[in-house]
C-alpha cells in the first residue's frame, strides 16, 4: 500500500514545482507583440519598498511618468513607447540608484532584472517587426526623457524609482 502511494506523492511534489513558479504569469499584449512576466511579483517587490524609495523624492511638482499620459498611449505605440522606458530604467536609473540600504539594492535588481528579460521579449518583437515605433511613441518618450533631464541626475533617478507605481500600473492595464 505504501508503493502506490510513492508515485501520487511525487506527481504531486513535481507539480507542484512546476505551478508556483508560473502561477503569476501574465501575458501582455502590446499592439501585435506579446510578452509574459510575472507583474504581480514586480508590484509586490516594489510595495515593499515604495514608501522608503518615494520618502527620498523631494521635488513634488514635476512628474516623469504621468498616468494619464500613459493611459492615452495606442495599443499599437504602447509596445515602443515600453521598450524605451524600460531601457531608460535599465540603462540609467537603476545603474545610478544610491543607497546604503541592502534590502532596497535587492528589491531593486530584482525589479532590474525583471525588466531585463521583458525588454528582451521587446526585442524579439522589435526584430520581428510586431514592434513598430510609431511618431507618438517616440514623441511621449521624449517628453518623459525631457521631464526626466529637467532634474539632476540623482534627483531624476531618485524620482524615477518613486515612480516605478505608475509604470508598473499601466504595464497591469495594458493586459
Given amino acids: ?43 509586490n517587490g516594489f510595495s515593499q519598498i515604495r514608501d522608503t524609495v518615494q520618502a527620498k523624492d523631494e521635488i513634488m511638482d514635476l512628474r516623469i511618468l504621468k498616468t494619464e499620459f500613459l493611459q492615452d498611449t495606442k495599443p499599437a505605440d504602447q509596445c515602443c513607447l515600453l521598450r524605451h522606458i524600460l531601457r531608460l530604467y535599465l540603462g540609467t536609473v537603476f545603474k545610478n540608484y544610491q543607497t546604503p540600504d541592502h534590502h532596497i539594492l535587492r528589491k531593486l535588481s530584482s525589479l532590474a532584472n525583471s525588466f531585463l528579460t521583458i525588454k528582451k521579449d521587446l526585442r524579439l518583437c522589435h526584430a520581428h517587426m510586431t514592434c513598430p515605433c510609431g511618431e507618438e511613441a517616440l514623441e511621449k518618450f521624449n517628453q518623459i526623457l525631457s521631464h526626466f533631464k529637467e532634474l539632476k541626475l540623482q534627483e531624476a533617478v531618485v524620482k524615477a524609482v518613486g515612480e516605478l507605481d505608475i509604470l508598473l500600473q499601466w504595464m497591469e492595464e495594458m493586459r
Fill in 1 to 43: 500500500m505504501k508503493s502506490s502511494c510513492l508515485p501520487l506523492c511525487l506527481f504531486l511534489a513535481v507539480f507542484s514545482l512546476f505551478w508556483t513558479p508560473s502561477a503569476g504569469l501574465k501575458t501582455f499584449h502590446l499592439g501585435s507583440c506579446m510578452i509574459t512576466t510575472n507583474l504581480q511579483e514586480m508590484q
